[in-house]
C-alpha cells in the first residue's frame, strides 16, 4: 500500500514539474520568437526571401501562440501590415479583423476596422464581411478622417471601378459647370 501511494505521489510531483518545464518553454520560446522578430523586422533583412519567410514564420507563431503576451497587440497589428506587403491578403483582413475584436480600446482598432473593411472590399471581395467592418467604423468613429472614405467604400460596394471613376469624373464635370 506504502508503494502505490508513493507512486501516486511521485507521479504527481512529476506531473507538476512537467508543468513548469512546460511553461518555461513556452516562455523560452516566445523570447526565441520575439529575438527573430526584432532581429529581422528591418526592410533590409526582409529583403532576403530566406529572412522573410523566417520572420513571417516566427511572427505568425508567436500571434497564435502568445495571445496574452504583452506584445501580442502590436505585432497582432503589424501582422496585418505585413501580410499586405506580402498580398496575403486574406490572413491581413483576418489579423486586421481579430486585432478589431481583441482590442476595441486601442489608438489602431480604427486602423483596424478600416484596414479590414478595406481589405475585404477591394481585394478579397467580401462585401458582407466589408460592409460590416466599413459600418462599424463609421459607426464607432463619425469623426474620424477616413469616415467619408469608408462612407464612399459603402456606397461602392461591389461596383466595378471604372463605373466609379466614370461617375466621379461625371460629377466633377457637374459640379464645374454649376
Known amino acids: 500500500m506504502n508503494k502505490i501511494l508513493l507512486l501516486v505521489g511521485l507521479s504527481f510531483l512529476s506531473a507538476a514539474c512537467g508543468n513548469r518545464n512546460n511553461e518555461k518553454e513556452q516562455t523560452e520560446t516566445a523570447d526565441s520568437l520575439l529575438e527573430k522578430i526584432d532581429r ?40 496585418g501590415g505585413h501580410c499586405v506587403k506580402m498580398n496575403r491578403f486574406d490572413k491581413a483582413a483576418g489579423y486586421f479583423a481579430q486585432y478589431a475584436k481583441l482590442y476595441p480600446e486601442k489608438p489602431a482598432h480604427a486602423q483596424a476596422l478600416f484596414g479590414a473593411g478595406f481589405i475585404y472590399h477591394n481585394e478579397l471581395n467580401e462585401l458582407d464581411s466589408a460592409k460590416k467592418y466599413f459600418q462599424l467604423f463609421i459607426d464607432q468613429y463619425p469623426d474620424h478622417l477616413l469616415r467619408e472614405s469608408a462612407e464612399l467604400e459603402l456606397q461602392n460596394l461591389g461596383r466595378d471601378p471604372d463605373d466609379i471613376l466614370d461617375s466621379l469624373i461625371d460629377k466633377i464635370g457637374k459640379d464645374s459647370t454649376s
Do not use: C, G, M, V
Request: aromatic share 16%.
Open 40 to 79: 529581422w523586422s528591418s526592410e533590409d533583412s526582409l529583403n532576403n526571401p530566406e529572412i522573410k519567410r523566417e520572420y513571417s514564420q516566427a511572427l505568425f507563431t508567436f500571434i497564435d501562440n502568445y495571445p496574452d503576451h504583452p506584445r501580442h497587440e502590436s505585432l497582432l497589428f503589424h501582422a
